[in-house]
């Protein structure tokens, strides 16, 4: 039974960003405490100095009633905090068992019992991933699971969580959920950052909010309101994406899919996308939605069927694909999103070639419009993606495809760990791109926001499309029988 | 439990098919050449033994490369070890010339370390320079010319040290028999089918079959590192230092460590081959084993191992130098012009990678299989 | 002896039948050596034995590698042109051991420094060699003709690669000859070229920048010679030139003008020699040699380049 | 807006002023024991032409490591184009021999590409691969002699093309005032202070000063591919093939075709470099070039350009190319033992890379706080 207390943590970083300016944090034995705050708010800094990853510039960290300090994830791990860092630091050529027991003692690599340990853990987790397979080959839905897992295995007294449910659907939430109630019965302190305002109320004992790195809210959760929240998250009033009153009619088709299907991941499918319409799938981890949405851009090389764009067909890869006018936001944004080399205006710029040279201060106009409407908390448009915080950087990959060139929008979770606030900005901005004629196919593991703005919603379920729902009349349990949740992640049948 | 399609892959055992392919194509043309056969004891010890001081280097420099890192200098190092023990071995006796070696080549390897861990300079232009350095090193030492040891009895030990003849057959046979019982109990396919190859040689090879001492400590060092990478802890966590730094640091893995340890193991692993190849010449020339950095690395890449870090068998990397070793060993007994050599050699590495990279791309499309299904952790 | 320039075939196909003889070579990439293998192949065909030649690239190892897969083949004689003398030794001793007669060819067994060219190695039937000191005294001599008498000529030395006996052997010898001629010197500069044409004339120009007023470049072979020259030429310097080796590249520059003598090798007689020296040990003395005249372009035509 | 104290730190500018440091203490030396002076345009020129070759090589090679790739093979594919010239240049002239040269090193540079990209084996195996049947193709072609061209006539053309001597005082100096004007005029510093040293070298190189035929071959190479990577989106893309090839590829650039450019580039910059070499001579042997692929990779990471990708610029290959150079040329300069040079240029190659290392980690963060014991945490 540990207490932590952080006390006055300040962190300026080398190229002057000031993320953290004093904040207050006490982890008590028990209880589970909500982190929330903006992007770039400091919650992931805050938790990286927590975990001893980075060091503070002022502050001091309190275990009980002794001051320790801890410049090394060693330190930390020795104090007993297990942390879950929020870009899933795994070893992709080890197996998933092998990244649990990452830091495990003894001399042993493989030792029986320590298996059966895992095993049986992973089972009481309840949402079952493959142990021996290689975490690079791993869907990251299962390598967040496995993130999860190590954290836990660790047995800490203190576990801190970084967004840990950002790529997940609804209902393996709720296990990941029954897991962190049983932590807190068995007596740990729990730190869980999340932008789900829903899970923080249904969750935690006490919130504290960050904003621009100070404490504006830190407050029972049984005594506050969701929309209090939400408000001082974002420091203004924010109204939650309502359905809209009457229904959109789409414009002529656009998009035509002909048995667009791939060996193994995805069972033919044809569909027709209509201007100006916002077709969501919805489906459980490793469903095959990205699938879909990277064999309609080209980007799987094994994909088969015709995809046609105005009636023409469209070429079977993605520079063809980005040539006709098909933008795809891709769900892993360190992996597949930016250049990390290269800067914002740069990123933003990079689908958009139009002649030999390229124009630095036209570059940085439409970088500096980017960030002005998605509100990308940088210091500047010659930032490195890499120094911004999680959700912006998602934000910029959003920003390479707002460009007047594209044709059909392809947003693969797009809101995966952004703020409430910037949630329903982007929501309302994909709307606002529907309304001009923009036809989107959105892929979200939030059932609720699909319901809210999608005009039609597609369920896959294995590879297939399964079935289609009206989000009219259709609610979230609906959406979560349809598509099965149980299915094992990473499997494909 | 065992995936055996998995295991006996193209991509996972792509390699042993190449030498296994590459034996088999020389026995035939040197049985259609009516030369004696080529798959005799005394011509597969003589393949082994010349593949002993790239294998052993080859080895430490794959675990070099799990960890992420890479070392060009080990044949510098391995030269400066032998003109060590050359130059002292008269004076000091063999034993303390080369355990002197080994020291020295420990220190190169912790200089190179340090450099690369602490100052930050990529491996690649650290160990470029101390392969320059090091030679320079040997240069000054020999003064430009060939050192040799003088003394008859201490040459006669360095002799005994490197050209023993251990018999195999027996110790071969017993190996192969327990570890395809091993491999059985513990349901560790390769390990069994690993059993019967070498019990099978043992045969073929004959009752008198006999190796050098390199080959012996050759398999010693490579069934040490087997072990230690593929079942202690110490191996995962190499693997994870050289897979994802980050997440090994963030795991509380201490990655300067292991780097550290890495560079001395690659350079203690060169001193010992340059003291063996001090003691097989008895002699050694400023110039030796030149160029030979890139014969270890390529040994290791052709038995798979990433030079991204993280992946990597020791045992693979034997055979990968097998392979190149059979090659050439294969040009000489065929008495292949000269003027082809390079030619042939450059397309059968390039072969052998492509069999098991074309093993890879295939199994990539199929999807995995999960290990743990609900209904089986129920059971 | 990693120098450059020619030899046809060197391997001769194995011709099926008639003895086996084996010649293990530093590397027939080295023209000098595939001249030397296309002699002795030459010479085992004209007799009806079958030459075997092996490439050791260069490498100590692979030397003894090729070295144990001859006498693994059963040969009747091995020739090995050692990349190392002293550490030759030890394989000369080993073939001893399994009865094989064996030839040195082009460089001596032993160490370099204490061993006479013509005290023969014992395990050895014969040597075929020039005697490299020799080669160089011969160039200090023809040197010595072209210095100026009234004033201390200024001499630079292109060396070849760090780490070869023939550095210093041709030094010595090349310091001997101007000795022997009574020529004041002084060596300015003693540089590596690392026995190619690039690093003759990267070292040539190098040095002239430093040393402008240079009598005399000597180049420890003629591919360093020939970039030497044009360093000379760029550089509008008066040096005269001297190499080693007789390359055919060596001899046309000197017909040309370019370069101003060398010391004529003739590898192929070399690798003959060795082959008759295994294949009738009693015919000949223990070290077998041939002239190594000094040419000029009066005295050119005396030697045709075999490589 | 321009960041000057960045633009001029340690680690951007790191090798220029590595190289300046070098000049100096060698400028220093040579004064000292009373030589001519070694800043003369006579020396500077012979450094740059010596450096020539390597950095023409090296600036290919550049390209090719931002794009994420490798490529050992340069040296042999230079040989075999020097080869091909020479052989060919007797029968249909310089010219057709030479571009039937350049058509060769490309056919390599596609066949490297094609393996790499289509099969999907690694580079450095591939290249490796092809370093080795290349330098073999080199053999069968010359059949192991040293290849010359015979007709005064043509090899008179290949003299020309190699060793004109181009004055360069006025083209310098009118460059040099130039490259100021641009870069005050578009705030790019570096531009600008390059143009002054450009200047200045005029200046202090003498009116008469001039260059050999491969130095301006370089600088124009070199012009031209500072040009596309700094300034078209051919160059961003370049870069954004080699930071990130899975975003690259979904931001709809045509990865494999970018990476296969890179190899043929670099095949064709070697092809190129092997035409000059053969027409330094009038003649080729077997082993001409053996081992430069090591020094022209030295040059490009001493320049700075990363081995992961992402991250090069070719104007510091060439300055680390000269680095290089301009050590050996110092070396003969001063006259100093052949014995004792490999251990110095080692030893100034690792402190050449450390003055940016150590430039880069000063911004990198420090940890303030002292590490934390688990002593500590629980008394
Ligand atoms: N390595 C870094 N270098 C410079 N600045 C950084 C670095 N990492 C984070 N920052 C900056 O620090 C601030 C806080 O970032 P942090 O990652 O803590 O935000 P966050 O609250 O976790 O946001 P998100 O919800 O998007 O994950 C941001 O302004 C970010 O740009
Ligand atoms: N790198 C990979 N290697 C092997 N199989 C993979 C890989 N990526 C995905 N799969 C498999 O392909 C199938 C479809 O995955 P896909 O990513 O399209 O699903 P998804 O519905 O988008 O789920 P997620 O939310 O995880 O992105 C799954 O069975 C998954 O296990
Ligand atoms: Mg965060
Ligand atoms: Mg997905």
Redesign the pocket.
């Known amino acids: 039974m540990v207490t932590l207390s952080l006390e006055g943590i300040a962190k300026t970083f080398p190229n002057g960003t000031v993320a953290l300016r004093g904040v207050d944090l006490v982890l008590a034995p028990g209880r589970v405490h909500g982190l929330l705050g903006a992007n770039g708010a400091g919650k992931s800094t805050l938790i990286k100095i927590l975990a001893g990853a980075l060091a503070p510039t002022a502050g001091t960290i309190r275990r009980d009633d002794q001051v320790v300090r801890w410049s090394t994830p060693r330190g930390a791990k020795a104090a007993g905090v297990a942390t879950i860092y929020q870009h899933i630091p795994l070893v992709p050529t080890l197996s998933a068992l092998e990244n649990i027991l990452l830091d495990d003692g003894g001399w042993r690599r493989r030792r029986a019992d320590a298996r059966a340990r895992i095993a049986s853990l992973v089972a009481s987790l309840g949402t079952p991933f493959p142990l021996d397979t290689p975490v690079g ?1 791993l ?3 299962a390598r967040q699971m496995v993130a999860i897992t190590q954290a836990l295995a660790s047995g800490a007294e203190v576990v801190v969580m970084d967004e840990p449910t950002a ?1 997940l659907a609804g209902h393996e939430r709720e296990r990941v959920y029954a897991t962190i109630r049983r932590l807190a019965a068995e007596g740990k302190a729990v730190l869980f950052v999340s932008h789900f305002i829903d899970e923080i109320m249904a969750l935690t004992d006490e919130v504290t909010v960050l904003r621009d790195g100070r404490t504006v809210l830190h407050a029972e959760t049984a005594g506050l309101e969701p929309q209090a929240i939400a408000a001082a998250i974002a420091g203004r009033s924010v109204t939650a994406l309502e359905r809209p009153a009457v229904a959109r009619t789409p414009g002529a088709p656009v998009l035509e899919l002909r048995d667009v299907a791939s060996p193994g ?1 995805l069972a033919p499918t044809s569909l027709t996308l209509r201007a100006g319409e916002i077709l969501g799938l919805a ?1 459980t ?7 879909l949405l990277h064999a309609i851009f080209g980007a799987d090389p094994a994909a088969t069927g015709a995809v046609l764009l105005d009636g023409a067909p469209v070429g079977r890869w993605p520079d063809e694909a980005v040539a006709a006018g098909i933008a795809l936001v891709p ?1 892993d944004r360190a992996s597949q999103g930016y250049v990390p080399l290269l800067t914002l205006a740069e990123n933003i710029a990079l689908p958009h070639a139009t002649g030999l040279l390229f124009d630095v201060e036209a570059d940085r106009v439409a970088a500096e419009a980017a960030i002005e409407r998605l509100a990308i908390k940088t210091p500047g448009a010659d930032a490195l993606p890499g120094e911004l915080s999680g959700g912006n950087a998602q934000k910029v990959v959003i920003a390479k495809w707002l460009a007047p060139t594209t044709r059909v929008l392809l947003l693969d979770e797009p809101t995966a760990g952004i703020d409430i606030g910037a949630r329903t900005d982007i929501l309302r901005l994909v709307r606002t791109l529907a309304d001009d004629g923009l036809p989107v196919i959105l ?1 979200s ?1 939030e059932f609720e926001e699909l319901l809210a703005i999608c005009d039609r919603l597609l369920v ?1 379920r294995d ?1 297939a499309v399964i079935g289609e729902a009206d989000p009219a009349t259709s609610t979230e349990s609906d959406l979560i029988l349809m598509t099965g949740g149980g299915a094992p992640l ?3 049948a | 439990m065992t995936d055996w399609r998995r295991i006996f892959s193209l991509r996972e055992a792509g390699v042993y098919y190449a030498l296994l392919l590459l034996l088999g194509v020389l026995a035939a043309l040197a049985a259609a050449r009516g030369l004696p056969p080529y798959l005799s004891g005394q011509n597969l010890g003589n393949i082994a033994y010349q593949a002993s001081l790239v294998g052993i280097m080859g080895v430490a420099m794959t675990v070099m490369l799990i960890t992420g890192a890479f070392d060009l200098s080990v044949a510098s190092v391995a030269a400066l070890a032998a003109a060590v023990l050359v130059g002292l071995a008269g004076q000091i006796g063999f034993v303390p010339a080369a355990f002197a070696a080994l020291a020295v080549a420990a220190t190169i390897g912790l200089i190179n370390g340090a450099i690369v861990q602490f100052v930050g300079i990529n491996a690649f232009i650290v160990t470029l320079g101390t392969l320059t350095a090091v030679r320079g090193l040997v240069l000054i030492l020999t003064d430009g010319r060939s050192l040799m040891v003088e003394q008859p009895e201490v040459l006669a030990q360095m002799l005994a040290f490197e050209s023993t003849r251990v018999p195999l057959f027996w110790p071969l046979l017993a190996l192969g028999a327990a570890l395809v019982v091993l491999g059985l109990v513990k349901r560790r396919p390769f390990v069994a089918v690993g059993g019967a190859v070498l019990g099978a040689l043992a045969l073929v090879a004959g009752a008198g079959f006999n190796v050098a001492a390199p080959v012996v400590y050759l398999a010693g060092f490579t069934a040490l590192l087997w072990f230690v990478l593929g079942f202690t802890v110490i191996g995962r966590r190499l693997y994870a230092v050289g897979g994802n730094p980050e997440a090994a640091r963030l795991s509380g893995i201490n990655v300067h460590a292991y780097r550290l340890g890495a560079f001395v193991l690659s350079s203690v692993a060169a001193g010992f081959a340059g003291v063996l190849f001090g003691c097989r010449l008895g002699a050694i020339n400023p110039t030796a084993l030149q160029g030979t950095e890139l014969t270890v690395i390529a040994a290791a890449i052709l038995g798979g191992t990433s030079l991204f870090g993280g992946a990597g068998s020791v045992v693979k990397t034997v055979v990968g130098a097998l392979l190149l070793f059979t090659l050439t060993n294969g040009f000489n007994i065929l008495n292949l012009g000269a003027n082809y050599q390079g030619l042939i050699e450059g397309v059968v590495v390039v072969a052998a990678a492509a069999i098991y990279t074309l093993g890879a791309e295939r199994r990539r499309a199929r ?2 299989t999960p290990e743990v299904t609900p209904a089986e952790v129920a059971a | 002896l990693r120098h450059a320039a020619r030899a046809d075939a060197p391997t001769a196909a194995a011709v099926a039948g008639g003895p086996r003889y084996g010649l293990s070579t530093v590397g027939l990439s080295y023209p000098f050596a595939a001249a030397i293998a296309k002699g002795f192949s030459d010479a085992a065909v004209r007799t009806g034995a079958t030459p075997v030649v092996l490439d050791a690239k260069g490498s100590v190892q692979k030397q003894a590698n090729d070295i144990d897969d001859l006498v693994a083949q059963g040969v009747k004689g091995i020739a090995i042109m050692p990349l190392d003398s002293v550490v030759a030794q030890g394989w000369v001793d080993r073939i001893g051991r399994a009865g094989v007669p064996v030839a040195a060819v082009a460089a001596l067994v032993g160490d370099p420094r204490t061993r006479a060219i013509d005290d023969v190695y014992p395990g050895l039937v014969a040597l075929a060699s020039q005697d490299e000191v020799a080669a160089g005294e011969a160039a200090g001599t023809l040197a010595a003709r072209l210095l100026p008498r009234d004033r201390p000529a200024r001499i630079a030395v292109i060396e070849g690669a760090a780490g070869f006996p023939e550095v210093e052997q041709r030094a010595r010898g090349f310091r001997q000859g101007l000795e022997k001629a009574g020529v004041r010197y002084t060596i300015v500069a003693s540089q590596p070229g690392n026995w190619t044409a690039q690093g003759g004339e990267a070292a040539c120009q190098n040095i002239l920048a430093a040393q402008p007023d240079i009598d005399l470049l000597f180049n420890e072979a003629d591919d360093m010679v020939i970039g030497c020259a044009r360093a000379v030429r760029a550089a509008g310097s008066h040096a005269r030139l001297i190499g080693v080796g007789g390359s055919k590249l060596a001899v046309a520059s000197i017909k040309a003008g370019a370069v101003d003598g060398t010391v004529c090798f003739k590898p192929e007689a070399l690798g003959a020699l060795a082959f008759e020296a295994l294949h009738a040990p009693q015919a000949g003395p223990r070290f077998r040699t041939y002239p190594i005249p000094a040419v000029t372009r009066a005295n050119v035509d005396a030697c045709v380049g075999q490589w």
């Open positions: 080959e869907p990251i839905g790529s991941k489906g981890l490793g469903s095959g939605r990205s699938e769900e892929v593991s896959l590879g990473g499997a494909a | 999807p995995t």
